[in-house]
């Protein structure tokens, strides 16, 4: 049985240094924070200079929280964004509007809210399971309860949420999601990435798919 490889998602880019390095060690995709309480937050024209240097093979990724329609249409015609990432309280509706391919984060607070949510985004091409925090809509560095993701959500799913060089084998032997977002894990300081912590993780998912890539032959 072939098993096909996870993907790798690597967000709150604020530096060229950190997302060349990203996509050298097999990202394929990044992302850029437009929440400004977030400390990984980038300006739109730093983004869009970061990624003028971006293969076009590395799929780029704007992230936002309950933000305005203009604003996101701003960065997205500034930015050249491939995918949107949602992380507020959008509907789907909402979502659809910028004809992008868009990812849909969901807090794992509880079965009864997680099937909620996903009922309301049944359209959404992924969706990103990350940790509930009050107050935080992401990003805090938490794992959470991985029992309470459903299996017919795989084929779909971005796990993120304290994901990290040291749990990544882990994660994927356990849930096998279709790609893994991380942000905390790869980081010297909030927004400033470790090329060595960028390069140990991309190594650590491809180690995991050759796990599970024996385990399901």
Request: aromatic residues 8%; negative net charge.
């Amino acid at each position: 049985m072939e098993f096909a490889r996870t993907r790798i998602k690597m967000c709150g880019m604020t530096r060229k240094e950190d997302a060349l390095a990203a996509c050298d060690a097999g990202a394929d995709a990044i992302g850029f924070v437009f929440y400004p309480p977030s400390p990984r937050c980038v300006s739109i024209a730093a983004a869009a200079e970061i990624s003028q240097s971006i293969s076009t093979f590395v799929d780029k990724t704007a992230l936002f929280v309950n933000a305005d329609a203009g604003y996101i249409r701003e960065v997205l015609s500034e930015t050249k964004a491939d995918v949107i990432q949602f992380h507020g309280d959008e509907t789907e509706l909402f979502c659809q509007q910028f004809g992008k391919p868009y990812i849909k984060a969901i807090r794992v607070k509880d079965a009864s809210q997680l099937s909620e949510q996903l009922k309301e985004h049944r359209k959404a091409n992924s969706i990103m399971l990350d940790a509930y925090v009050p107050g935080v809509p992401g990003g805090t560095g938490q794992s959470f309860d991985w029992a309470l993701i459903p299996d017919d959500l795989k084929t779909r799913l971005i796990l993120a949420g304290g994901l990290n060089p040291e749990n990544i084998v882990d994660a994927i032997s356990a849930i096998r999601p279709y790609a893994v977002d991380v942000s905390g894990g790869i980081e010297l300081s909030k927004g400033i990435k470790s090329s060595l912590r960028i390069r140990e993780f991309a190594a650590k998912v491809r180690q995991a798919d050759l796990l599970v890539s024996e385990i399901s032959s």
